[in-house]
């Protein structure tokens, strides 16, 4: 079992850039594929982006592609999401899930693939 926490969400203007930060704890954090996935208020919780386990493959929705960038170190046990070019539709909580793989270069994009969820860190981006 990972348990998962987030940080470095926060109030910002159109514009701006945020890095939110996924720490995980418990198991060897490198055995776990990763993924982003927000939620707006009154909306359902959607993909934001995903990475591999070893980090060499990604993937975003395309409403972030080109403006968010994942990433980790699994050296320091924490996923990565640097947030460029933020627009108030960005505005919603941001959660990280870890699933556990056997393949090193799979990522997932759907939230039901996923075991392992942080609390979540709100994020506001105003106009």
């Known amino acids: 079992q990972v348990l998962l926490v987030e940080s470095g969400g926060g109030l910002v203007q159109a514009g701006d850039s945020l890095r939110l930060s996924c720490a995980a704890s418990?198991?060897?954090?490198?055995?776990?594929?990763m993924g982003w996935f927000r939620q707006a208020p009154g909306k359902d919780r959607e993909f934001v982006a995903a990475i591999s386990r070893s980090g060499g493959s990604t993937y975003y929705a395309d409403s972030v592609k080109g403006r968010f960038t994942i990433s980790r170190d699994n050296a320091k046990n924490t996923g990565y999401l640097q947030m460029n070019n933020l627009k108030p539709e960005d505005t919603a909580v941001y959660y990280c899930?870890?699933?556990?793989?056997?393949?090193?270069?799979?990522?997932?994009?759907?939230?039901?693939?996923?075991?392992?969820w942080g609390q979540g860190t709100q994020v506001t981006v105003s106009s």
């Open positions: 418990g198991r060897t954090f490198s055995i776990y594929a």
């Open positions: 899930a870890a699933k556990y793989t056997a393949s090193s270069g799979v990522y997932y994009s759907t939230i039901p693939g996923y075991q392992y």
